[in-house]
């Protein structure tokens, strides 16, 4: 009787599960483990967020994998130790797992890998978060693309055919020997002490909860995703993101359940913007595993030398807990923390607030989101802030800097949005409540805070810092 080790990380997930797969084809039972070891992940451990829809993931992967007559074998790391004491403790022969792309968990896995292989232990390894591999999308000319648009173009002929594995038939799990004994997933306390989280209960994490929101979205939004994706008073957008994240489903997945719902509505070109989003999540990937100091580092070295403001403490906070007095800006702020989500247009509205009308450097922000959004995910996270500060590659140019009001009245006229995360404005009347602050007696009487910055002259101000950045670099260059 030969057993295998499935070592689930973030793909908790049955179907589509090229590992566990792979695994249940050549081995006659498999172990189904999880190691927790977070300070593995280097500076980027998930945040509090995470560790929420962590908690709940991994709850409903232990209650499919006991319908199929098993269970999820969990333990707190290090992972090698962990790895060494389940195939001492069982007898397995084999670890099998999926890839991942942040560079100190591919340089962990390496390890892994190495030390178990010279152990004796056959290891495979597989492609289950992206359509393709970061290192097997290559310009004509060679290396990693830089652009989005070309390497859009390029992956786009690559999809149409990828088909999703279904749950394996015959699932057959081993008993861990005396020795090995499972932690509880109570036990790695990933869930907050205080009550924070309460207003998560709008998610269901796990395998199931990416399904249901799949195919509401499919049903609900995806002919008019276009035209309402960016409209954040509305249920537009998939809310797939942190169920991509965790693996409880893949882009093929996603890709081939709308192509046939699509299909059946003869209306297939309305999943193309909605790919092509996916798309962004891929390039995210390809830029970090390339190059992996994106998270920290300015992608253009030229903004190595641009005149971020002082850190301050206060205005962060201020941004933080949605006062800023900047409407829009404060109702994602205030729907982050509530939620652990935030929708796009208004995370470029926060994020540009904050690295462009505040000068705080974006890994201010990029620091925030990671320990609240639920969808904290490191290539997305670095890519999405890089690009609202102009740093990063085929980013937004520095000088298109948002005007949080106009954006307002653009995406939420009616202010439904904002109504609904900032209570003070719930009946301003008209334009006021994208911006209180133009009728004084409606502001006082709101208890809304007064602008915390000048939109004008903080934006001339940013403006100014990018002048001097391009001179600077002309300087250097002549
Ligand atoms: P949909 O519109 O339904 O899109 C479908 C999927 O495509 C998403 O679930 C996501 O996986 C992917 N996607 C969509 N837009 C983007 C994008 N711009 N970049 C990368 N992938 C995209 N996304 C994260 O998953 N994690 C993050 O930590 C994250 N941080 C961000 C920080 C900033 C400053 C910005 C501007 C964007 C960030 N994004 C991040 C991207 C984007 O905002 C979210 O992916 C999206 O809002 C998730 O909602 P959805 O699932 O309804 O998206």
Same mark, same amino acid.
């Given at each position: 009787?030969?057993?295998?080790?499935?070592?689930?990380? /973030?793909?908790?997930?049955?179907?589509?599960?090229?590992?566990?797969?792979? @695994?249940?084809?050549?081995?006659?039972?498999? =172990? @189904? @483990?999880?190691? *927790?070891?977070?300070?593995?992940?280097?500076?980027?451990?998930?945040?509090?967020?995470?560790?929420?829809?962590? #908690? #709940?993931?991994?709850?409903?992967?232990?209650?499919?994998?006991?319908?199929?007559?098993?269970?999820? *074998?969990?333990?707190?790391?290090?992972?090698?130790?962990?790895?060494?004491?389940?195939?001492?403790?069982?007898?397995?022969?084999?670890?099998?797992?999926?890839?991942?792309?942040?560079?100190?968990?591919?340089?962990?896995?390496?390890?892994?890998?190495?030390?178990?292989?010279?152990?004796?232990?056959?290891?495979?390894?597989?492609?289950?978060?992206?359509?393709?591999?970061?290192?097997?999308?290559?310009? %004509?000319?060679? !290396?990693?693309? %830089?652009?989005?648009?070309?390497?859009?173009?390029?992956?786009?002929?690559? =999809?149409?055919?990828?088909?999703?594995?279904?749950?394996?038939?015959?699932?057959?799990?081993?008993?861990?020997?005396?020795?090995?004994?499972?932690?509880?997933?109570?036990?790695?306390?990933?869930?907050?002490?205080?009550?924070?989280?309460? !207003?998560?209960?709008?998610? *269901?994490?796990?395998?199931?909860?990416?399904?249901?929101?799949?195919?509401?979205?499919?049903?609900?939004?995806?002919?008019?995703?276009?035209?309402? &994706?960016?409209?954040?008073? &509305?249920?537009?957008?998939?809310?797939?993101?942190?169920?991509? #994240?965790?693996?409880?489903?893949?882009?093929?997945?996603?890709?081939?359940?709308?192509?046939?719902? +699509?299909?059946?509505?003869?209306?297939?070109?309305?999943?193309?913007?909605?790919? /092509?989003?996916?798309?962004?999540?891929?390039?995210?990937?390809?830029?970090?595993?390339?190059?992996?100091?994106?998270?920290?580092?300015?992608?253009?070295?030229?903004?190595?030398?641009?005149?971020?403001?002082?850190?301050?403490?206060?205005?962060?906070?201020?941004? %933080?807990?949605?006062?800023?007095?900047?409407?829009?800006?404060?109702?994602?702020? &205030?729907?982050?923390?509530?939620?652990?989500?935030?929708?796009?247009?208004?995370?470029?509205?926060?994020?540009?607030?904050?690295?462009?009308?505040?000068?705080?450097?974006?890994?201010?922000?990029?620091?925030?989101?990671?320990?609240?959004?639920?969808?904290?995910?490191?290539?997305?996270?670095?890519?999405?802030?890089?690009?609202?500060?102009?740093?990063?590659?085929?980013?937004?140019?520095?000088?298109?800097?948002?005007?949080?009001?106009?954006?307002?009245?653009?995406?939420?006229?009616?202010?439904?949005?904002? &109504?609904?995360?900032?209570?003070?404005?719930?009946?301003?009347?008209?334009?006021?409540? *994208?911006?209180?602050?133009?009728?004084?007696?409606?502001? +006082?009487?709101?208890?809304?805070?007064?602008?915390?910055?000048?939109?004008?002259?903080?934006?001339?101000?940013?403006?100014?810092?990018?002048?001097?950045?391009?001179? %600077?670099?002309? @300087?250097? /260059?002549?």
């Amino acid at each position: 009787m030969s057993t295998a080790i499935v070592w689930f990380r /973030r793909d908790l997930r049955l179907a589509d599960n090229p590992a566990l797969e792979a @695994a249940v084809r050549a081995h006659d039972r498999v =172990i @189904a @483990a999880y190691v *927790h070891a977070p300070e593995e992940e280097g500076a980027w451990t998930p945040g509090a967020a995470s560790r929420w829809w962590l #908690h #709940h993931s991994l709850m409903a992967l232990e209650a499919s994998l006991v319908k199929h007559g098993g269970h999820l *074998h969990v333990v707190a790391g290090p992972t090698l130790a962990s790895l060494r004491d389940l195939i001492g403790a069982s007898g397995a022969t084999a670890v099998y797992f999926n890839r991942l792309y942040e560079p100190r968990i591919v340089r962990r896995d390496k390890v892994v890998r190495r030390a178990l292989e010279q152990d004796g232990v056959a290891v495979a390894s597989f492609n289950a978060a992206l359509w393709c591999e970061p290192w097997d999308v290559e310009t %004509k000319q060679g !290396g990693p693309y %830089k652009v989005f648009t070309p390497f859009w173009r390029h992956l786009r002929t690559r =999809i149409d055919g990828a088909e999703p594995l279904p749950v394996p038939s015959r699932l057959s799990f081993a008993d861990v020997g005396a020795g090995g004994a499972s932690d509880a997933i109570d036990d790695l306390s990933l869930l907050p002490t205080r009550d924070w989280a309460r !207003g998560f209960s709008i998610w *269901h994490p796990g395998e199931a909860g990416a399904w249901e929101m799949l195919s509401l979205f499919a049903d609900d939004a995806l002919a008019h995703y276009a035209e309402s &994706r960016d409209l954040p008073a &509305r249920h537009g957008t998939s809310r797939l993101s942190p169920h991509l #994240h965790w693996g409880e489903i893949s882009p093929v997945q996603v890709a081939a359940y709308l192509r046939e719902q +699509a299909a059946r509505q003869r209306n297939a070109a309305d999943i193309e913007p909605y790919l /092509r989003q996916l798309g962004w999540r891929e390039f995210g990937h390809h830029l970090l595993y390339h190059f992996p100091k994106t998270p920290t580092e300015s992608f253009n070295p030229a903004f190595n030398g641009f005149q971020w403001a002082e850190r301050d403490a206060h205005a962060l906070r201020r941004w %933080k807990q949605g006062r800023t007095g900047i409407p829009i800006v404060d109702a994602g702020m &205030r729907e982050l923390w509530a939620t652990g989500w935030m929708h796009n247009r208004v995370r470029m509205l926060v994020a540009s607030l904050l690295t462009k009308n505040l000068r705080q450097h974006w890994v201010l922000g990029e620091k925030w989101f990671w320990d609240t959004l639920v969808d904290a995910d490191l290539a997305n996270n670095a890519m999405g802030w890089q690009w609202v500060a102009g740093s990063g590659a085929d980013a937004a140019p520095y000088f298109r800097i948002f005007n949080p009001v106009t954006q307002s009245e653009k995406f939420d006229p009616e202010g439904a949005y904002i &109504r609904r995360w900032v209570p003070e404005l719930a009946d301003a009347p008209g334009r006021l409540v *994208h911006a209180p602050w133009e009728d004084e007696t409606f502001l +006082a009487r709101s208890g809304y805070p007064r602008p915390m910055v000048d939109l004008k002259t903080s934006r001339e101000a940013a403006l100014g810092a990018y002048q001097a950045l391009r001179e %600077k670099r002309d @300087a250097a /260059r002549n």
